[in-house]
């Protein structure tokens, strides 16, 4: 890389509990407009998560982590701290529908005024992947639905294990 050219990255933060098949997709279309995409698993006090944070981050290394590109880290804490801490110039964000874009509206004015520098960009999920969430997922499971293409095979292996285990 030359001297003159920045080294842009960029932080995809959520829950990741499991990670899909459209958050795959959302890092490979990142990965074209940035040199760098750390996926920050983080905690959400709000959802109570069926996957340890441990469990979410050997998953996502499992699947995306292949990728010298990314690199998957956890976090607690402000966003816009763990942004500024990889020296991120942008939090990537996927929107499905008009009622996620709402919600990260929110998220992303907030995230500007603690941290103006740090820019937020939404990308649109892939329309294969538009009706797809974790939530979605996890309950197709639970309840011994078809996850085939939603989200890797290990991942659909350790949900069925998870539901067994009766998580």
């Given amino acids: 890389m030359q001297s003159d050219q920045l080294f842009r990255t960029a932080v995809y933060p959520g829950t990741f509990d499991p990670v899909t098949n459209g958050h795959l997709d959302?890092?490979?279309?990142?990965?074209k407009m940035f040199d760098q995409v750390v996926i920050a698993i983080g905690t959400n006090p709000v959802k109570e998560s069926l996957f340890t944070i441990e469990e979410r981050l050997e998953m996502v290394r499992e699947t995306a982590g292949m990728n010298g590109k990314v690199k998957i880290t956890s976090f607690d804490g402000l966003l816009v701290d763990l942004a500024a801490r990889y020296?991120?110039?942008a939090i990537l964000r996927g929107l499905r529908a008009v009622s996620d874009f709402d919600y990260e509206l929110q998220r992303a004015l907030m995230n500007r005024k603690l941290s103006p520098d740090i820019e937020t960009v939404f990308l649109m999920t892939g329309f294969r992947w538009i009706y797809i969430s974790s939530t979605i997922v996890k309950e197709a499971a639970r309840f011994g639905g078809s996850l085939e293409g939603l989200v890797p095979p290990l991942v659909e292996d350790r949900l069925r294990k998870a539901f067994r285990q009766g998580r």
């Fill in 26 to 31: 959302i890092v490979d279309r990142a990965l």
């Fill in 87 to 89: 020296g991120a110039c």
